[in-house]
């Protein structure tokens, strides 16, 4: 059973755009066991759409397309669609109280094009937009007496990502799987920090040409992380979650210094619980990082509960007035530094009132580097109550993957410490 | 005349790797004047590829290929190829020496495998590769005596983006405007925010209308940004850019207060840019947003000409002792309200010695929400060095987008008021 993707938009096609949609949504289907056979981009063009969903409809069992739902003149998929089905739009009740209650709730003023969103083609089963006032749209496919497949299912959903993740998540792939029933697949990853791919793949090695035929291992890199994901297939998910957790068990035992976490969970979070668990309270003492660190910390709902707040010292003088650092030690040493990066440490632990303290200070380029300090040199320290542990790392030549990286590298350096 | 993309690859198609290639490609092929019609992803498999290329090659006048060309058992693309166009593979010197030349200037060592990348059809003209081993492959369309064309171009690239773009650049794209001569084509982008699409379009739509045939108009809304691009064809580009100017003028007399920028500039460019030209210095004091604007501000290079730091003040305590602010407010207003935003502003003002501050208090949720201060209530204001300028927001209720939005609107209020 195949599915293909159909992403609809000129934005695309020019280039303006990545289509992290598609990628997103195939690795969603993939995960819940099923296989993307295609992915298709086309235009914002009438006879564009008809075209590639006569082709993926005559391929694939389901067609998945994104795009084109918006209230503007340049948005015609759903007009398409119509055409397609031999359908007309209905004004659909559920619809238009669905993108009320919306616009009730931002506070919003509706407009006649917003109105206009909640005709329907009649076709269709209506697929719930919470997020948005564009509805997806569901073209059940057709199967004979004698039970064999007609034609394929086609759902509409909008091209706004976080709209559409929520209504693949939400609606679209549990009602696949009641449809379609995938065989049973389970994945599972390992999340690593502090080491590159090919250096964990050495590692690793003997371990991984042993598997069994079932479960295969797949390297994820990202920047400052290694994602391993397993994927075990088979009759029963019990019986896979058996087998990956006796591999997990032993990769565990080869590379325990680089984990630090599981499957879809985030330094930021794993930081977060711990100090939750510890009643600890946390504060950042930032410079090159410019408060990524505080970004990624607040980002976890109910930070609040930990999370005191930060100090980003960009400028030297701030980082004496505010931190208490010393300006004979920034003349010694330089900003970037050992004594510096600690006292920044140190500083905000008593000033911020914090158990726990993070601090960086480097430089992240592209310009300000010296022969003794190139672009990368990155000092952190963490303060805890008992002790200020610091750590120098060289990383590479890139400001926005600098500051990522130094992030993952404090938080990392943070948990072991706690 | 349409040039189609063929991305090959199981990678693509498990959501492995996001598929930058095709959006790099659809851009250059843009900015050269060419048309994009459609971009297909489809697996290593000889059938599918088999497919994809007679698909293509009926619609477009020209199919560039990328992927299946490397040394390894799953890169099948020039087997596929050898079948469609009923060719064989020679061994090629000039492929050859280009590979030898690579792996004497790196020292690697050359095996037999890549011996064998020297092989090409003998029905296509080898594309140099001067990044890496797989030789591009470019095998012409064929035309008819009385010059109707009979058959597209079809040209294969490497997957890696590097050797791709290289390749594109150096060749591809050249040859493509000799032998196609396409027309000019300018796109420019207007961004705008504070206002949703279908608000805009109703101010925007008597003007929509009326737009020369040349020009058309996409809304490309994100999280708190709605992007308005303009693309023009015709014969001149300077005549096209004449034209689009005007249209702009119109645009920008029907919601001057929306626009904050053009093309590919983010608000902290802009900002970062304002506060140069002034000599002016910012810092931020914020408390939802977590740092957020600070890393924005930051992420800019050179942004340590004007930036001078950020107080982070999540808890209430921190709010007064770092940034000043009075216990009587909090007390009577609460911590999300007009008067403790404006004194967070002057506090940070005054202690990170700074000419301008962006201060921010809200509640991001998903928790902390009262009936008369739902999740989403913000309140922004923005200390100069002559005013502090106040301003409610009402977001929605996901965290995430709540945190962008309160910064954009807190960046776009800086800008205004710099």
Chains 1, 2 share one sequence.
């Not at 997806?136 to 299912?153: L, Y």
């Not at 990368?376 to 008992?386: E, K």
Request: some cysteine.
């Amino acid at each position: 059973m195949k599915i293909e993707i159909v992403n609809i938009g000129n934005e695309l096609l020019i280039g303006q755009v990545v289509n992290t949609n598609a990628s997103w949504m195939a690795e969603q289907l993939s995960l819940a066991g099923f296989t993307v056979s295609r992915v298709s981009v086309i235009a914002d063009g009438h006879d564009d759409i008809l075209q590639a969903l006569e082709e993926a409809g005559n391929r694939a069992a389901v067609v998945l397309i994104t795009g084109g739902l918006g209230p503007t003149r340049d948005d015609i998929t759903k007009k398409a669609l119509c055409d397609y089905f031999d359908s007309r739009l209905v004004f659909s009740e559920e619809s238009y109280r669905d993108i009320e209650k919306l616009f009730s709730i931002r506070k919003w003023k509706m407009t006649e094009l917003n109105r206009q969103q909640a005709f329907i083609p009649d076709k269709c089963t209506p697929v719930p937009n919470k997020l948005g006032t564009a509805a997806g749209m569901w073209f059940e496919g057709k199967t004979s007496k004698d039970g064999i497949r007609q034609s394929a299912d086609y759902v509409s959903m909008p091209g706004v990502p976080f709209e559409m993740k929520a209504m693949m998540t939400g609606y679209v792939i549990p009602r696949l799987k009641e449809l379609y029933h995938p065989g049973a697949i389970v994945h599972r990853t390992v999340l690593t920090q502090g080491a590159g791919e090919s250096f964990l793949a050495d590692l690793l090695e003997p371990w991984e040409t042993s598997l069994p035929e079932s479960i295969s291992l797949a390297y994820l890199p990202q920047p400052g992380i290694v994602r391993l994901r397993l994927t075990g297939t088979g009759a029963s998910e019990e019986k896979i979650n058996g087998l990956i957790d006796e591999e997990i068990k032993k990769m565990e035992g080869l590379i325990p210094d680089y984990i630090f976490g599981y499957d879809e969970e985030t330094l930021e979070e794993i930081v977060g619980k711990l100090l939750l668990a510890k009643k600890g309270t946390l504060a950042t003492a930032e410079s090159c990082t410019g408060g990524y660190i505080a970004h990624l910390i607040t980002s976890v709902p109910g930070s609040s509960g930990y999370f005191r707040g930060s100090v980003v010292a960009y400028s030297n003088e701030l980082k004496e007035e505010l931190l208490g650092v010393l300006p004979e030690s920034i003349e010694q040493y330089g900003a970037v530094s050992e004594t510096v990066v600690s006292e920044m440490a140190i500083g905000a632990q008593t000033r911020l009132n914090a158990d726990y303290v993070i601090a960086v200070s480097g430089i992240a380029g592209p310009d300000g580097g010296t022969p003794e300090k190139p672009v990368g040199t990155t000092w952190i320290a963490i303060a805890t109550p008992d002790q200020v542990i610091s750590r120098h790392v060289l990383l590479g030549d890139h400001r926005g993957r600098n500051i990522r990286r130094a992030a993952l590298e404090a938080m990392n350096l943070l948990r072991k410490s706690i």
